[in-house]
């Protein structure tokens, strides 16, 4: 089914690890976003990507770092993990444009908890 | 800053009960507006979406919205809810013309329903 896959879905680090998330679609999206969920604060941005090679940083993008080489990936990093990146990322896309109404498709999660 | 605005974190209904859940946005240009649900477990999914005319949207489950641009609200309602309408729900706003949001989706903090049989 075409959509968006996230792996892993679930992780544990020690804190200081470094691990990569990854993201693809294969609805050739233009738009790639990564999104944390936390209890109480809804979604809150942390990068997003406009095209291949592109990216940008959303509301709270320290402690990560992201990479679009290719237009379908989209690769959220975690250089040093600590215990206040537990959380529940969620990758999404979507055109350039809302055409036709289309808004973003989710992936499914990855919950992340670091120790 | 743009913000979003969910008032009740928490709602607890009886089956059959009346829902209706506030949303409230800060920008004052052209928006884009969506409701999204998400069942326990699960990710995020489209529940409906206002671009442009009629204000009142309907959507997906018997879930509908009104916009109402004097009070820049988009509030969610549905006439009778059911046990599988135990969900989060989250209301996103899309500034459309803005040139640093691009199409952004800026989230409220989400409302957390629980209906009871």
């Known amino acids: 089914n075409a959509g968006v896959t996230q792996t892993p879905k679930f992780r544990v680090l020690k804190t200081g690890q470094s691990m990569t998330l990854l993201c693809a679609q294969d609805?050739?999206?233009?738009?790639m976003y990564w999104y944390r969920q936390d209890p109480g604060m809804g979604l809150r941005l942390i990068h997003y990507?406009?095209?291949?090679?592109?990216?940008a940083k959303g509301e709270v993008p320290d402690g990560y770092n992201v990479s679009r080489l290719k237009k379908q990936n989209f690769l959220l990093g975690l250089e040093s993990a600590a215990p206040s990146q537990t959380s529940v990322y969620f990758c999404?896309?979507?055109?350039?444009?809302?055409?036709?109404?289309?808004?973003?498709?989710f992936g499914s999660g990855t919950r992340l908890t670091v120790v | 800053a743009q913000s979003v605005s969910q008032h009740n974190h928490h709602v607890i209904l009886s089956e059959a009960a009346s829902l209706e859940l506030g949303c409230n946005y800060s920008?004052?240009?052209?928006?884009?507006l969506f409701w999204y649900v998400q069942y326990p477990g699960q990710h995020l999914q489209l529940l409906l979406k206002?671009?442009?005319?009629?204000?009142l949207v309907k959507g997906i489950k018997g879930f509908e919205a009104e916009f109402i641009k004097s009070k820049f609200s988009f509030n969610l309602r549905k006439p009778s809810v059911q046990w599988s309408d135990t969900a989060e729900y989250f209301c996103?706003?899309?500034?459309?013309?803005?040139?640093?949001?691009?199409?952004?989706?800026?989230f409220g903090s989400g409302t957390r329903l629980l209906v009871r049989p």
């Open positions: 999404a896309s979507s055109y350039s444009e809302f055409r036709g109404g289309h808004g973003y498709t």
């Open positions: 609805m050739n999206h233009e738009y």
């Open positions: 996103a706003v899309n500034p459309s013309r803005s040139m640093d949001s691009s199409y952004k989706l800026i």
């Open positions: 206002y671009f442009s005319g009629d204000p």
């Open positions: 920008y004052g240009g052209t928006v884009n």
């Open positions: 990507s406009v095209g291949e090679g592109t990216t």
